[in-house]
């Protein structure tokens, strides 16, 4: 079932001469790991910015369920690189800003809580402030965060890309055991390609300018780890031709 569906979506900033994307079309169904890649520059984030709402397309629509999107919602949450975690906030309470402000019960918003710091592995830290946690930590509780809202659409943008390898592979498989409990459908935008290659059922690969979808694939190699396919030259076949649609 198709969740949200982008068509013939276009943008420029304000004052800025040069449109950031045009003719963006795409369509992402709901209980799927989707990961977009391109070069710097090209849009990756002015198109997650229009999904949220934070921005409204200056050409065609966005919709979700079939409804144009006119403005930020919880059913869209995005989850940043530099995490914006409320530093006078200890790591529960940063957690349950979301359904907190949205006045649900109690018991309910304790349930999840209790759900999301046992699969993130947050138990012990749970009454520690965010300052006081390392960067991997900070970005449990960020994904915590947003996923504890149960939104229908999550967005990671760079999320993981200051962590070293071993956390970041740590928060893959985070993610993976996130969004296989909640059905959502969740987008990704790395620069790593071997990330795409490992997080993503679909790769949309973003170049060209303006920013456009030069091509989407389905990815035959979702949940292959990099250093289990060092042998498999089909893997490297498909990877060489994933980099030379972003170069």
């Not at 391109?38 to 198109?47: A, C, V, Y």
């Not at 906030?89 to 349950?96: F, G, R, Y």
């Not at 830290?125 to 965010?130: A, D, I, L, M, P």
């Not at 960067?135 to 070293?164: H, Y």
């Amino acid at each position: 079932m198709v969740l949200l569906e982008a068509r013939n979506v276009g943008y420029k900033y304000p004052r800025s001469d040069d449109q950031s994307i045009s003719q963006v079309s795409l369509a992402l169904n709901s209980n799927s790991l989707n990961v977009i890649i391109g070069p710097s520059g090209i849009g990756k984030s002015t198109l997650l910015n229009l999904i949220a709402g934070y921005a409204m397309p200056q050409a065609g629509e966005l919709l979700m369920n079939g409804a144009r999107i006119t403005q930020a919602s919880w059913q869209r949450g995005i989850v940043f690189q530099d995490m914006a975690l409320y530093p006078w906030l200890n790591v529960s309470q940063n957690i349950t800003f979301g359904p907190r402000m949205r006045k649900l019960p109690a018991t309910q918003i304790e349930q999840r809580l209790t759900s999301l710091l046992t699969q993130t592995g947050l138990l012990d830290f749970k009454n520690k402030y965010v300052y006081e946690l390392s960067g991997g930590l900070r970005q449990r509780v960020a994904l915590a965060r947003e996923f504890i809202n149960q939104p229908a659409i999550l967005m990671l943008d760079e999320s993981f890309s200051a962590l070293d390898n071993h956390i970041r592979k740590e928060m893959h498989q985070i993610l993976l055991d996130l969004w296989t409990s909640s059905g959502n459908c969740v987008i990704v935008i790395t620069h790593d390609i071997d990330e795409a290659l490992f997080l993503g059922q679909k790769i949309i690969v973003m170049n060209g300018d303006p920013g456009t979808i030069k091509q989407t694939v389905v990815n035959p190699y979702f949940k292959s780890n990099f250093d289990d396919m060092t042998s498999n030259m089909a893997y490297f076949d498909f990877r060489r031709a994933l980099l030379a649609l972003i170069e």
